[in-house]
């Protein structure tokens, strides 16, 4: 008799609730759209506008979207020391223009804060807000007057903080400290489409999460990167705002805080990084009740990617280990078969050593056609073992039973999700940030009869 183990019970998704529910189409924001002050894209002169205002600065208003925001990767961006550290080996290698584009990125707020401070007359001493731990910071995102170009990290350019600040409630209660306006596309996944969505220079698509989105049928029924990236609750948008549908600004995703930051609460984040990936995808395990002794005993694990918008691994999937892991151990605990397991200096086991290894993610290759785990020496990337959106993977295995062994058979299968290789690291010379969390996506532990 087979039997069929479905995954664990999960939180209800927006994404399978939106496909039961057959939302109606929305057309996806792709360009520059009309606002309604008759502009209808970013200003073809990028100006140097002036400094941006700190987040801590909003937090006093805003206690609870800057605590959140504190915690996240947003936050942590311009100060991940895999950034800088990759930034200056770009930086090395390429020139300083190659390296400068990490943190336009990473902290837009900053670069742009230095190029004002280069502008100013000789003499002048201005008073600039502390910026070092702001990464991508609230002035900067809500000083969006125009919906970004797809990947265009060079029209931040354009941002002045001096502009009203722009979010997705429709009344904002008027204060002093800035004008507020109303604006829908601070819901739609356009908005973040400028830093999702990273090309080389020849156009080629190296971090394609805003591009696998928007090639999904989630783009066309309304489903935004928000719904699950800035869930809803209800709470005030400030301290002395009335209570309404406001969002999280935590922006969970896969990575997390390598190093102490901000006084957030790392373990908090781990959890919600946890929680995020065991509810990414659904997964099931065909495993037999009992085998012959001397037979071959067959094991299908069966991967469906419908609950990530997008494909998965994704971002800078290149970097990251998604893999299935498989263990059979006899009675008398002997291991009698093994796959997608872990060397002894923490990496992932090669195909070549694994034959039978089922493993997610990309591979970036250089001009000489070797493997590259850094994007400024990347001229093309392989995608091909990505899970895409409504994907399914399945994974079979054909394991021979040895007639020495002694049942009951325990089969332990998981699939398991890391963001970095460590691999990444140690080249980045950061091996102080080792050993790199492991996450579990999903795991089963099964009982296997061996018949006389």
Known sequence: MTRVVPSRPRRPSPILAALAALAAVVALITGCSDRGDGSTGPDPEPTIP???AAAATCGACHPQHFAEWTRSMHAFAGSDPVMIAQSLMASREGGDAIGSECRNCHAPSVVRQERWVNSLPPGSNPVLADLSHDGISCDFCHSIQVVPPVGRIDWFDTIDPADPK?????DPVANDFHESRHDDSFRTSAQCASCHQIHLADGTGIENTHREWETSILSGMGIECQECHMPAYDGPAATTGPVRRVHRHEFVGVDYLTVDFRDADRARQLESVRSLLANSVTVTSTVPASVAGAD???IEVR???????HSIPSGTSFSRDMWVQVTVRDAGDAEIYRSGWLEADGELVSPATDPDLVRFGSTLFDADGHPTPFSWRAVSIDESELLP???????TYEIPVPPAATGPLTVDLALRFRPMKPSILRASGLED????????????QETVAIEL
Do not use: C, D, H
């Open 50 to 52: 002036g400094p941006f």
């Open 303 to 309: 991967v469906l990617n419908n609950l990530t918008g």
């Open 166 to 170: 722009l979010g997705s409630i429709v």
């Open 433 to 444: 940030l080792l050993p790199v969390e492991i996450f579990e996506m999903w795991s089963t």
């Open 296 to 298: 071959t005993m067959a």
């Open 389 to 395: 959106f409504g994907a399914t993977r399945v994974a």
